[in-house]
């Protein structure tokens, strides 16, 4: 192991996952969103200092999860997932790029697509890994759902982290993105291309059966915290597909 990956597993052993009650709409994942996205100019003010948007109704897209990372009970950075199946296809990145995901969508392709990920800024000074403690969550979704391909929605100037470290591939060309003021190019890896190697790369994305099923296990609505499983988890297994998003 590097010693940047077994820093991260180190890191590890202070984190805990907490996913959103999608009742609680004063849940801090969502000031952090606000918070991050006024602090480059992406998102206007509004007297509540929250971001919320449509994709966060919990009744129209039940197949979507928030997640707050904590570290040292703080709350460090957060993401929210969506995976899309032929029969749940609404998602943000199906709502931009319809026309390049609903054909695969059609022929039975699933996919995990994760969207706002935000972090604390003194928190991102303190852990330059961060990312990839968040990412790892967008791993364990596309295992879980056993899903097809991962999708990365980022900005242009993003699109090379995900090849470097994911082993993306462009899907489509810089369009706006709703209701923030940057373009978001649609990058994807498919299952069977970079999921071994890129565990023994950075072994922590590993996780158990059981870290999985607590995180992403019914009913949403019970607000629960898990501890993340690195150490103790399953060998990377052939077919599987790691995604990322920005």
Same mark, same amino acid.
């Given at each position: 192991?590097?010693?940047?990956?077994?820093?991260?597993?180190?890191?590890?052993?202070?984190?805990?996952?907490?996913?959103?009650?999608?009742?609680?709409?004063?849940?801090?994942?969502?000031?952090?969103?606000?918070?991050?996205?006024?602090?480059?100019?992406?998102?206007?003010?509004?007297?509540?200092?929250?971001?919320?948007?449509?994709?966060?109704?919990?009744?129209?897209?039940?197949?979507?999860?928030?997640?707050?990372?904590?570290?040292?009970?703080?709350?460090?950075?957060?993401?929210?997932?969506?995976?899309?199946?032929?029969?749940?296809?609404?998602?943000?990145?199906?709502?931009? *790029?319809?026309?390049?995901?609903?054909?695969?969508?059609?022929?039975?392709?699933?996919?995990?697509?994760?969207?706002?990920?935000?972090?604390? *800024?003194?928190?991102?000074?303190?852990?330059?890994?961060?990312?990839?403690?968040?990412?790892?969550?967008?791993?364990?979704?596309?295992?879980? *759902?056993?899903?097809?391909?991962?999708?990365?929605?980022?900005?242009?100037?993003?699109?090379?982290?995900?090849?470097?470290?994911?082993?993306?591939?462009?899907?489509?060309?810089?369009?706006?993105?709703?209701?923030?003021?940057?373009?978001?190019?649609?990058?994807?890896?498919?299952?069977?291309?970079?999921?071994?190697?890129?565990?023994?790369?950075?072994?922590? *994305?590993?996780?158990?059966?059981?870290?999985?099923?607590?995180?992403?296990?019914?009913?949403?609505?019970?607000?629960?915290?898990?501890?993340?499983?690195?150490?103790?988890?399953?060998?990377?297994?052939?077919?599987?597909?790691?995604?990322?998003?920005?």
């Amino acid at each position: 192991m590097s010693n940047f990956a077994g820093a991260l597993v180190d890191i590890l052993d202070r984190v805990e996952y907490r996913r959103v009650n999608p009742d609680d709409l004063n849940d801090p994942v969502y000031r952090l969103r606000y918070e991050a996205y006024r602090r480059e100019d992406f998102y206007p003010f509004n007297s509540l200092g929250l971001l919320r948007d449509d994709f966060d109704d919990f009744d129209a897209y039940p197949n979507s999860w928030n997640f707050g990372v904590y570290i040292d009970g703080t709350l460090a950075s957060a993401l929210r997932i969506h995976y899309l199946t032929p029969e749940y296809r609404k998602s943000p990145a199906n709502s931009l *790029f319809g026309d390049i995901l609903e054909p695969l969508l059609d022929q039975g392709a699933t996919f995990v697509d994760p969207t706002r990920f935000t972090v604390d *800024f003194e928190a991102s000074l303190a852990y330059p890994a961060l990312p990839f403690l968040t990412l790892r969550l967008a791993v364990m979704a596309t295992r879980h *759902f056993r899903a097809t391909y991962g999708l990365h929605c980022v900005r242009p100037e993003h699109g090379p982290f995900y090849k470097r470290v994911l082993g993306s591939a462009l899907m489509c060309e810089a369009r706006k993105w709703h209701d923030v003021g940057f373009p978001m190019e649609l990058w994807g890896t498919k299952v069977s291309d970079v999921y071994d190697r890129t565990l023994q790369r950075y072994p922590f *994305f590993h996780s158990s059966d059981e870290e999985r099923a607590h995180l992403f296990a019914e009913p949403h609505q019970t607000p629960i915290w898990v501890h993340p499983t690195a150490r103790s988890s399953e060998p990377p297994v052939i077919g599987q597909v790691v995604t990322a998003v920005d």
